[in-house]
């Protein structure tokens, strides 16, 4: 059976998706992008800023999954420019600190012109 999970202290889905699913013990995240899940608005003047706020956006969402970043198994990035490479991994690497597996891509353009995209498989066992 699948679980939806939705929480307000994450960006509300700006399309026909759930924050995520519960399938089994594996909790699966949408993509999450650097909105303000208060005001609905994207925020972060540059990667460093933006990557803060999707991967605190993961955090909540991962909380109402019964869970944290420590369960985390594996994490899609996508940065709209690979430049910002190192910048996104200082922040990525204060959150993820049990290393799970990763693919991280550079891609054309990501949904309301942001930075950056994240998101995550975790084992709820």
């Not at 909105?35 to 994207?42: C, F, K, Q, R, S």
Request: with cysteine; proline share 5%; charged share 25%.
């Amino acid at each position: 059976m699948l679980k939806k999970v939705a929480t307000d202290k994450a960006p509300a889905a700006i399309g026909p998706y759930s924050q995520g699913i519960i399938a089994d013990k594996l909790f699966f995240s949408s993509g999450q992008i650097p909105i303000n899940p208060a005001t609905g608005e994207v925020e972060g003047a540059d990667i460093r800023e933006q990557a803060e706020l999707v991967v605190k956006n993961l955090g909540a969402v991962l909380a109402e999954a019964g869970t944290d970043y420590n369960s985390v198994v594996k994490t899609t990035c996508f940065l709209a420019d690979m430049k910002d490479f190192a910048d996104f991994n200082s922040v990525y690497g204060k959150y993820f600190t049990e290393k799970p597996a990763r693919s991280c891509v550079a891609v054309k353009e990501l949904p309301k012109s942001v930075l950056c995209e994240v998101e995550v498989i975790a084992w709820l066992g």
